[in-house]
Structures are given as structure tokens and as C-alpha cells.
């Protein structure tokens, strides 16, 4: 059996099982350019006065462009991160066999805002009681996640998602679905990812929120 029959028979909504993750490579995705909106670097290292957070809540086109938007991040850049397979191209992702989400890694200045106002976006931006999808895309990659860089990020996130999960189940809503792990490995996604809806105004975005409000941080506008 092909590699291709094995992706085309793959359920996209379950994830692999380790050793069925695609091998991917060594070779890492090239960073080249600065954030098209924000100007700074895609990549560290970082000054140390600086945090870093990073999401996964659907499609990274939309997603990214909920966070740059927020005043006191410093850049934004879109990966794949949570699954199986090094450096990993989108088709692989979109395949289902590496086990990777869709995320933004976020860096921010912790004296301008606040994790737990990127947790009130995040939680704001995205329906995070649908499992391996999110609206009309469907797939492991585009599950919620909060991926943690230290214990207290993990203990605000987890508080979050108790407090937020009450909120929900008032509306009416299931219960939520958002993984919160340590922070793995982030593996940059190819150039014409980073910041897509800067170049691409008109692009795909599928973000979009329940219209609960979350009732931490200060919150910004998307």
C-alpha cells in the first residue's frame, strides 16, 4: 500500500498512534522575514523582559490575526506543534498522520498585557467545545489547545477553562474540548502562512467565537 492510499484511508478526526506519524526531516522550516504587520522578528531569541504563549483555535490564518491585533504583543507567527512528526509541511498536517495542531506562537510584553487577557481572547475567538474541528474545518489540526511555558501559565489556563466551561454549559453549550499541556516543540509553517491575512486581506478566515464572554483579563477587541 502507498504512502497516498494510507493518507486517503486515514480518518483526519482521529489522531495517529505514534508510530504511524509520517518520518518527516531533519531540516527546519526557513525563518527569513519579519512580521508584516508588527515589524519585529518571527523569531527568537527574544529580549528576556518578554513572554511567550501559544494557541491553537481553528484555521492559524484568522487565528494569527486575532493576536496581532492585541496591543502589547510583540510578534505573532503560525506552526504546527502537539504531534508526532519533525518539521512537518502543511500538506502532512492537513493529512492527519502527525498528530500536529494548527497554533500561533505569541510573544508578548507581560507589562502591557497580561496572559490572562490572550487567555480571554483565545477563549473569546473560537467555540472550544467541538473536538477535532472547528466550524467547517474539520481535522486533528484545527483542535483547541493552550500550550503552556511555565506552571503558572498551566494554573491560569486550567482556571480558565473551569471558569469558562461553567459559562458555556450555561448557554447551553457541551462541555469544552481544549488540551492544556506543556508547551512542545514549535515547528515554523512555510513563509506564505505567516501573517496570510496581512497579505491576503480577502483570505479564508473561519475564527469565530459563541458569543459567551469570558470572565477574566481585561479582554481586546478582535
Known amino acids: ?30 525563518v527569513t522575514h519579519a512580521h508584516t504587520v508588527l515589524g519585529n522578528p518571527l523569531e527568537g531569541p527574544f529580549d528576556p523582559s518578554l513572554e511567550v504563549a501559544m494557541f491553537g483555535l481553528g484555521c492559524f490564518w484568522g487565528a494569527e490575526r486575532v493576536f496581532w491585533k492585541v496591543p502589547g504583543v510583540f510578534t505573532t507567527a503560525v506552526g504546527y506543534a502537539a504531534g508526532f512528526t519533525p518539521n512537518p509541511t502543511y500538506r502532512e498536517v492537513c493529512s492527519g498522520q502527525t498528530g500536529h495542531n494548527e497554533v500561533v506562537l505569541v510573544v508578548f510584553d507581560p507589562a502591557k498585557v497580561s496572559f490572562a487577557d490572550l487567555l480571554k481572547v483565545f477563549w473569546e475567538s473560537h467555540d472550544p467545545t467541538q473536538g477535532m474541528r472547528q466550524g467547517n474545518d474539520m481535522g ?18 486550567e482556571a480558565s477553562r473551569e ?16 488540551e492544556i ?42
Not at 6 to 21: F, G, T, V
Not at 140 to 155: D, K, L, M, N, P
Open 1 to 30: 500500500m502507498s504512502i497516498m492510499d494510507i493518507l486517503q484511508m486515514r480518518r483526519k478526526d482521529a489522531m495517529p498512534a505514534p508510530e504511524d506519524a509520517l518520518p518527516g526531516r531533519s531540516d527546519r522550516m526557513p
Open 140 to 157: 486533528t489540526q484545527y483542535r483547541s489547545g493552550i500550550y503552556t511555558y511555565s506552571v503558572a501559565q498551566a494554573e491560569a489556563a
Open 163 to 178: 471558569e469558562y466551561n461553567e459559562r458555556l454549559s450555561a448557554a447551553g453549550y457541551n462541555a469544552i474540548t481544549t
Open 181 to 222: 499541556i506543556d508547551a512542545p516543540e514549535f515547528y515554523y509553517a512555510e513563509e506564505y502562512h505567516q501573517q496570510y491575512l496581512d497579505k491576503n486581506p480577502s483570505g479564508y478566515c473561519g475564527i469565530g467565537g459563541t458569543g459567551v464572554a469570558c470572565g477574566i483579563g481585561t479582554g481586546v477587541s478582535a
